[in-house]
């Protein structure tokens, strides 16, 4: 193991040295660099070992659905339930009403202010999963975050349709199907990585919010990009994980929140 680390040539902006800061990380030098890895062996091996009992949070051990909460359109307005556990993806984590879990697997500047926000939070856990960086929670700086491996999908050759899901999913490295490998997420999108950090943490039904699918500006005013290919991989981890679309995701029977948590309070009452 060899301590690589990184110097400015210039004065770097706020955002460039929070993103530093959680880059600067030990690695094996027998692996070709940073980029994402190879794709998996059909047994995932990830020298991360955040194991799925430090993820879990002692309040809701007992719990069988947890919301995801994107930042997708339909989301505007949600207010998360006291009862339901819940992990807020992205730019969610600064405007719900409250939350569980923070998850990221996109370290874009704005994220990174993201996973800030969540990390002065107190009795809440940040999670990122990143691609080929290990850097394990006694060895960060950040004492209360969780970083996970990103494992990518298998190598094919680009389709030729730019505009089909295919693509969006060659063009992300999506991996379809949720890993059951500790330290270590599916990787495609991070609504999609959230709902594998859920199956880590015990879950076995999982409520989307704002987990929409489309190009239309999300609660926060940004446009994302490209997500035809969402529905792909959620379907591909149906058999994982119920799905109860709450959103606008396509290949989804859409559900009314308030419906859905009606009956969920009279059958756990």
Known sequence: MVTLTFYPKRKKTYNEQLQSDLEKITFDLTKASRKDPPAPEPVDTVSSMVTNEALKLTKWLT????????NGPS?????????????????????LNRWDWFFTLDLSAKNIINFQTA???KRR???????DMIVKPNQTKYPKSYVMTRLVGA???????????????WRYKARLGLTRTQGAISTGNSAYGALNLAYHLGFTSTV??????TQDAGVDGDKPKDLAYLPLLFQSAEKDMYV?????LDGFKHVD???????YKDTSS
């Open 125 to 131: 856990k940040a999670v990122i999963a990143v691609p």
């Open 63 to 70: 719990a069988d659905t947890v919301i995801i909460v994107a």
């Open 75 to 95: 989301a505007k307005g949600f207010k998360a339930p006291p009862d339901i556990p819940v992990i807020a993806v992205n730019s969610a984590v600064q405007w």
């Open 155 to 169: 190598p094919s050759s680009e389709p030729v349709d730019h505009t089909s899901p295919q693509w969006g999913l």
């Open 119 to 121: 990390l002065k939070v």
């Open 244 to 248: 109860i679309n709450c959103g606008s």
């Open 208 to 213: 989307l919010i704002g987990v929409d699918g």
């Open 257 to 263: 929140f308030d419906v859905w948590y009606a009956g």
